[in-house]
C-alpha cells in the first residue's frame, strides 16, 4: 500500500520555496509568514460521483479543479493566495500510488500557475470513493482589502468577467481562477462587492443581494452566454439564458461598483455589464419587461 | 435534502466571537488577522471505516474526533490553536441533517474548549461513507516559538506526558489535545523538539529521529503503560508495553530536553522521562540490555 509518508516526501522534494513559508509540509503544522496583517482561509471538498466522475476526469484533472475551486475563492475577494494544505482519501486498490501522484500533478499544475505552495497535506486510502479537500490562504489585496459580498449598494452596477452557462460538457474540470482579472480591477477602481460563480449567476448574485441587503435587477439581452451553453441547450430542453443564469461552476467573477467607476471597468476590458442594484427584489429585464428571477433560478420557463 | 447553506446559517448564528476573526463563515473566504507575524496551519481527514465506525462513535464523538486531532498537531508545535475550518461529504438519507448538527456539536465541544472558532466550511452530500476535514491554524508560542521535529540534539532527554497504548478500547474517540501542558512546558524550560502521538510512540519518536538526524534509547521500565494497553493485551497476544510502544492515537506529547532542562520538567510534573538520545539507531533497554526497535514497532516479539 501507498503509504502517507511517500506522498508527503514527494511533495517536500518537489516543494518550491516561497518567501512567505517558513517550514513546508513534513512537521505537525506547517508556518507560514504572511506580510500582511490579515490571512484570508477557505476551504473546499470534492467528492467522486458528485464533483466528478473519477474515470472520465482522471486524477490530474480532479487535482486541478480541487486547487482552481479554493484558488478561486481568495479571486472571489480580490485577494492573493499564498499557499495550500490538501487533504485525500484515496480509493484502495492497485492504482493508488499512480493516483496519488496524479492528483498532486494536477493540484501542483494550478498551485504553480498561482504562486501557491502546498506547505501541508494529508494522505488517505479508504474503500471508498476519491475524496479531495483543499485549504488555500492567502492575503487581502493590497490596494482595497478584501472585497465582500455584502458591500453592494443600491445604484452599483453589476459587471460579470466572462460568458457563462454550459460548464458542465468540460470546462469545469478546467476552472480558470480569475485571481489576475480580479487584482487589476481593484488596482483600477473600487469595487463594491464581488462573488465567483460556482452556485451559478443567478445563485450567486443572489448571495450578494442577501449579504447586502439589496435587490437587483438583470439586463437579460446583455448578459454574455457562452458557447457551451448554446451547445448544452440543444439537448435539454432549457434555453442557452437559462443554462448563463443557472448553471454552475463557471468560476467567472460577479462584482458591483458605484457607477462612478462604469467607464473604468469598461475601459479595462476585463467585464461586461449586466445589470443594475436596486432595493430590493430580483428581476430580469427582457426587452424593458420586468419579470421576478428566483435567486436559484426561474420563476417559470421563458 | 439538508442544504449547505442550511449548515452555514447555524455555524453563524452560533458563532462566537474571537478577537482575531475578521470575518467567520458567509462569505467566499474567512478573515483572520494574526496578532503574531506567522502562523501555524495543519490539516487532518478522517474517514468512517478508518478513523471511526460511525454506528459505534455516533457523529458528535466523530466530530469532537475530528477537531481534537487537528488542535493536537498545533500543541505538538507548542502552539496556541487561533481558528479552524471544516469541510464534511454526509452519507445522503434520512439522517443527513440530524448528523450534520451533531458533528457540528461535537467539533465545537472541543473548538470552544480550546478558544478555537470555527471560521469556514464546506458542506456537502454524496452516497458514500462519512468523511470530514479539519484544517486548523494557530500562532507560535510567544515563548519560544514553534517547537519542530527536527531539534533534537544527541544528550537530549526524551520526556512523554502521560501513559501510552491501547487508545482504540476508547480513547481514540476522545483524545484530549496537550494545548496546555505544551504551552505550559514551553513557559517553564528550552524544549528542542516535540511531536504528537498519532501513529505510536516508537513510529513518532522514529519522526523526531528522522528529521533531527540522531537515535535513541528507550528505557523499557520507564515507558507509562496505559491500563488500556494492559486491558488490551489480555486479548491480543502482545504485552501491554508493545501496545504503549506500538498503538496510535494516544494524543499525547513527546518531547526532547537539553539535560539542564531535566530538572525543571520532573518539578512540572507534565511528564515522565522515557530515554535518552544518542547518535544513531533505535534501541530498547530492558535491564541495561540495549535490543533494537524499529520505527513502526518491534523488531521481533519480547
Redo the contacts between chains.
Keep these: 500500500m501507498f503509504g502517507e509518508f511517500d506522498l508527503i516526501r514527494g511533495i517536500r522534494k518537489e516543494y518550491r520555496v516561497s518567501p512567505q513559508v517558513?517550514?513546508g509540509p513534513?512537521?505537525?503544522?506547517?508556518?507560514?509568514?504572511?506580510r500582511l496583517?490579515?490571512?484570508?482561509?477557505?476551504?473546499?471538498?470534492l467528492?467522486?460521483?458528485?464533483d466528478f466522475i473519477l474515470a472520465e476526469a482522471g486524477p490530474r484533472a480532479v487535482g486541478r479543479k480541487a486547487m482552481a475551486v479554493n484558488i478561486s475563492?481568495?479571486a472571489?475577494?480580490a485577494?492573493i493566495p499564498t499557499?495550500a494544505?490538501?487533504?485525500?482519501?484515496l480509493p484502495q486498490g492497485k492504482e493508488t500510488k499512480a493516483m496519488a501522484i496524479e492528483l498532486l500533478r494536477g493540484m501542483r499544475d494550478v498551485a504553480e500557475e498561482f504562486g501557491v505552495p502546498i506547505?501541508?497535506?494529508?494522505t488517505?486510502s479508504?474503500?471508498?470513493?476519491l475524496?479531495i479537500?483543499v485549504?488555500v490562504?492567502?492575503e487581502?489585496n493590497p490596494h482595497c482589502g478584501?472585497v465582500?459580498?455584502?458591500g453592494a449598494k443600491v445604484g452599483d452596477r453589476i459587471f460579470v468577467t466572462g460568458p457563462c452557462g454550459g460548464s458542465i460538457l468540460d470546462r469545469h474540470l478546467n476552472p480558470r481562477p480569475r485571481i489576475r482579472e480580479a487584482v487589476e480591477l481593484a488596482r483600477r477602481l473600487r469595487l463594491h462587492s464581488?462573488?465567483?460563480i460556482s452556485d451559478g449567476l443567478s445563485a450567486d448574485l443572489g448571495h450578494i443581494l442577501e449579504?447586502s441587503g439589496v435587490g437587483a435587477v438583470l439586463n437579460a439581452e446583455a448578459i454574455p452566454i457562452h458557447p457551451d451553453a448554446v451547445r448544452l441547450s440543444q439537448g435539454t430542453g432549457s434555453t442557452p439564458l437559462e443554462h448563463a443564469l443557472g448553471d454552475g461552476e463557471d468560476f467567472e467573477l460577479i462584482f458591483t461598483v458605484p457607477t462612478a467607476e462604469v467607464d473604468g471597468v469598461r475601459e479595462s476590458g476585463l467585464a461586461v455589464e449586466i445589470g443594475e442594484v436596486i432595493e430590493k427584489g430580483f428581476f430580469l429585464a427582457r426587452k424593458g419587461i420586468r419579470e421576478p428571477l428566483l435567486p436559484k433560478g426561474w420563476s417559470h420557463p421563458l
Excluded: F, H, K
Aim: hydrophobic share 45%; net charge negative.
Design positions: 517558513r517550514l513534513g512537521d505537525d503544522c506547517a508556518i507560514l509568514a504572511p496583517s490579515a490571512t484570508l482561509a477557505t476551504t473546499d471538498m467528492m467522486e460521483g458528485v475563492d481568495i472571489a475577494m485577494g499557499a494544505l490538501v487533504s485525500v482519501a506547505i501541508g497535506g494529508d488517505n479508504w474503500n471508498g470513493g475524496v479537500n485549504t490562504l492567502g487581502p478584501p465582500l459580498r455584502s464581488m462573488i465567483d449579504e
